[in-house]
């Protein structure tokens, strides 16, 4: 990681003219090259191409320039690229020119121009636009992470542009209509958790995207504009559609359109449909698309028009035609009647998702016994820590577990509990990443999961009741977390709950040195706690903060690291203007944004919402009116 | 944790309170407290968002989250509106950290359904003047939901067998399923009946022995 941000922003600034030269020089060398048949970026030359076979005598930085490109787009991996951009300025242009996939891990940190220039061959875009934290409703809407200027600067940069992919950006159906316009070539959309679209965006893309392989729409929030955007897929001839997600889209669905559309799609491989397709549906698509590797089943449940009486679908057999299924989510309005009808598939699957299915631990235990690979699980309290149980007995191959409250409230029973951490720390060794909701939990349950699974990369428990103890104990939680940055070597992700003092923030502090990133609620006594995770985590990229006693004195002993994190989010702190203003000022390249919440009560000298990044182009330009950038 | 069991519903003029099972100290009027439902709250519930801690008589106290740790100083809670516990009830904004989809999804289904927490389904007897409520959700079992009818309405069930139903009894218990047929107490399992029963009847032995044949 760099330390010292400035010098690559001093690069940044004196880098047009060069790109210039350094584009110049790589026509001429495309031309020579192509006589050879051999390119760059992995991939046919975009762009206008030799018209005719000129032959230039190559100079000697050209020829070095050559090597260094086919080399150099052979690089996948976005760390590598960094790192090879430094080591003088060939490399920065060459890696440049071969970049292909461009992630953006925070939309305002860089603007469309000077990415575009930079990187003037991109194939893939990834974008992440708001704070995590604005999901749960922390942030006033329309703050921003608009895809409008980033669609308008590529549909000119990037016409053979193939992926987009976005994380929290507002995309109206204009944005959608230009994508659907501006790049033919255009195979793969990716929205996930985006707003600001509607059905008449989808049937855009629908229509005139002819190359489309994959649209996939994840925990988006999508109008119902009464368009039937299934049924604007061209109608006749096969498609290229291997992917198509849309379970998040509260709309009813053309049901025969898109019967007619799974059965022209023959290299579908991946089919996440919405809770408006019942059950009886969902049997007429899976016997036409046996070849499924993915299945996201709607509804799982019988709809209102279906006859008393009637035949019930082999349900049976048409999951044991998918020979294929690896993966099955869904099941969002379930009737456990239907469980057992996957059962000829469990044997294969390694994903599973039954977090909308309120199933108890009876009704789960029919089906787990018989997932052994079972290698991604995510599932709802209500199959209590019995169910867990029943996990951790079969599936000795997870690695990823989430389990999700169904009754998301502080005050509830609480089905699930130090108990069935327990039992799957016992059960499940090879576990890497765990996302918890319980209300009671134990320290010795928490240490017992740092010694039992030292593989763990993502630790996120959540305790629901605020500044709750140690069930058993009644003391705080710090031991636990402690002990999971101490023995989990490999943790990058984490987010602590429950009653922590500053004691907590010092183990972080101490043994989290890979911690990259960190969330905290209702936690800790004082700046200390701050303090040693910003003094002692050189690696923390994102932290997100909420409702914790921590002020001016803490913000203050970041200012050394905050250039290498991508944003620092502290909301309901202990934060003041001038201590906001002091950073602001130290920091000249970092976006310092005061937000105003008035859902908020507050006094008039504490800020509600601090979110500060670093950016290359200082303030934005879109900003509402209850954000205020200090400088 | 205990769920108290509302027998009664809002029915003033048969006076009620004098006879509603409740736990805590006679004498205290549940209005004092300032709660509408009794913890484990149906859907329906609006969370009272007192800022004063309520009188812990009468109410489900959560345990843990009352004590504060004696090593924790005043300051360590950043919240405005701090307390040493988290006031009683007051849901938090973005707490717990689902986002609303997930959330909205479970509302929905509680309110189509009626499943989650809180299932009361009408409940008549032949001969009796009014009906009453049950919480199918309080109930584990079949023997339990029938012990607790013969209670309120005093009289005796007798035993369910699947060749002759209740046909020992003087009454059967029978409920209407979800697509409107009356159907015998005891024929499927426990966790598909809650999901399917929408009211519940008790039936005179001798049109209950008519079901029992069939």
Redesign the interface.
């Known amino acids: 990681m760099r330390k010292d941000r400035t010098e690559m922003s001093e690069d940044d600034d004196r880098s047009p003219p060069l790109d210039l030269r350094g584009a110049d020089i790589a026509e001429s060398s495309n031309k020579t090259r192509n006589c050879s048949g051999v390119s760059g970026s992995g991939g046919p030359v975009p762009g206008p191409g030799p018209s005719s076979m000129e032959f230039q005598a190559p100079y000697p930085d050209q020829v070095l320039e050559n090597v260094l490109e086919n080399v150099l787009q052979f690089l996948s991996s976005r760390r590598d690229r960094n790192a090879a951009s430094l080591v003088c300025r060939s490399w920065w242009r060459v890696e440049a020119l071969t970049r292909s996939d461009l992630f953006i891990g925070n939309c305002y940190s860089v603007s469309p121009r000077r990415a575009t220039a930079r990187f003037t061959r991109v194939r893939s875009v990834s974008i992440k636009g708001r704070p995590r934290?604005a999901?749960?409703?922390?942030m006033p809407p329309d703050w921003g992470a608009h895809f409008a200027p980033w669609v308008t600067a590529m549909a000119s940069a990037y016409p053979w542009l193939e992926k987009v992919y976005l994380k929290r950006m507002s995309v109206t159906d204009d944005d959608l209509t230009l994508l659907a316009k501006s790049f033919p070539s255009f195979k793969e959309l990716v929205l996930v958790?985006c707003d600001g679209f509607g059905t008449s965006g989808l049937a855009v893309i629908a229509s005139k995207c002819r190359q489309l392989k994959v649209l996939d729409l994840i925990?988006s929030?999508v109008t119902d504009d009464e368009v039937d955007w299934i049924a604007f897929f061209p109608e006749s001839g096969a498609t290229c559609l291997e992917s198509l997600i849309f379970d998040?889209v509260e709309c009813p669905i053309n049901f025969d359109a898109l019967e007619r559309l799974v059965a022209r799609s023959p290299s579908l491989k991946k089919l996440r449909l919405n809770?408006f397709v019942s059950i009886g549906q969902l049997y007429r698509l899976m016997v036409r698309s046996p070849q499924l590797t993915h299945l996201g089943t709607g509804s799982f449940s019988a709809s209102e028009g279906m006859a008393?009486g009637e035949q019930e679908p082999d349900f049976f057999t048409a999951f044991a035609a998918c020979r294929s299924l690896v993966c099955l989510s869904g099941f969002?309005?379930i009737l456990?009647?239907y469980l057992p009808a996957i059962h000829p598939i469990c044997a294969n699957l390694t994903s599973l998702n039954f977090?909308?299915a309120?199933i108890?631990a009876?009704?789960l235990k029919l089906v787990i016994f018989h997932c052994h690979k079972l290698q991604i699980f995510w599932v709802l309290d209500s199959i209590c820590d019995e169910g867990l149980q029943a996990v951790s007995s079969t599936c000795k191959d997870l690695r990823e577990l989430r389990v999700?409250?169904?009754?998301?409230?502080?005050?509830?029973?609480g089905p699930v509990s130090d108990v069935g951490l327990q039992a799957i720390s016992e059960g499940c060794r090879k576990l890497q990443s765990i996302l918890y909701?319980c209300q009671?939990m134990t320290n010795a349950a928490v240490i017992a999961m740092s010694r039992n699974c030292p593989d763990l990369e993502v630790f996120r428990l959540?305790i629901?009741?605020?500044?709750?103890?140690d069930?058993v104990t009644?003391?705080?939680m710090d031991e636990g977390f402690g002990a999971i940055v101490m023995n989990c070597k490999k943790l990058t992700r984490l987010a602590v709950s429950g009653?922590l003092?500053d004691r907590a923030f010092s183990y972080i502090g101490k043994y989290g040195k890979l911690v990259r990133t960190l969330s905290v609620?209702?936690a800790?006594?004082?700046d200390m706690g701050l303090k040693y995770v910003l003094e002692g985590c050189p690696r923390l990229q994102k932290l997100e903060i909420?409702?914790?006693?921590?002020g001016d004195a803490a913000l203050r002993s970041g200012l050394h690291h905050y250039y290498n994190m991508r944003f620092l989010w502290m909301s309901?702190?202990?934060l003041s203007p001038q201590g906001c203003q002091e950073i602001a000022r130290a920091l000249p390249r970092l976006v310092v944004e005061v937000i105003r919440d008035d859902?908020?009560?507050?006094?008039d000298e504490?800020v509600d919402i601090l979110y500060m990044y670093r950016s290359l182009e200082g303030p934005r330009d879109d900003a509402p009116g209850f954000v205020t950038i200090l400088q | 944790m205990e769920k108290s069991v509302n027998y009664g519903g809002h029915h003033d003029d048969l006076n009620l309170e004098a006879t509603k099972l409740r736990l805590g100290l006679p004498g205290i009027i549940s209005s004092d407290i300032g709660y509408e439902k009794q913890s484990s709250s149906a859907s329906t519930v609006v969370v009272v968002r007192n800022n004063k801690r309520a009188s812990p008589v009468g109410i489900m106290t959560q345990e843990s989250s009352s004590k504060s740790h004696s090593n924790v100083s005043d300051a360590r809670n950043g919240d405005p509106n701090s307390h040493h516990q988290p006031p009683a009830k007051a849901q938090v904004v973005g707490w717990p950290p689902i986002r609303s989809f997930r959330r909205n999804s479970f509302q929905q289904k509680k309110t189509d359904q009626g499943d989650g927490a809180g299932m009361y389904v009408k409940v008549s007897m032949d001969g009796a003047p009014y009906l009453r409520k049950v919480d199918l959700k309080v109930y584990k079992s079949y023997p339990e939901l029938l012990t607790a009818l013969e209670n309120m309405f005093k009289f005796t069930i007798g035993e369910y067998s699947e060749r002759e139903g209740y046909n020992r009894s003087e009454y059967a218990p029978t409920y209407e399923d979800k697509d409107g047929d009356w159907m015998l107490v005891g024929d499927v399992p426990w966790d598909m009946f809650i999901f399917s029963c929408k009211r519940l009847r008790i039936m005179k032995g001798s049109e209950a022995r008519g079901l029992g044949c069939l």
């Open positions: 934290f999901d749960f409703n922390l958790c925990e929030e998040c809770r008393h969002r309005e456990p009647d977090s909308y309120n108890n009876d009704q999700f409250p169904f009754d998301a409230r502080e005050d509830n029973e909701f009671h959540c629901m009741g605020r500044h709750r103890p069930r009644g003391e705080p009653l003092t609620a209702f800790g006594d004082s909420r409702d914790s006693p921590f309901s702190c202990r859902a908020i009560e507050h006094t504490t």
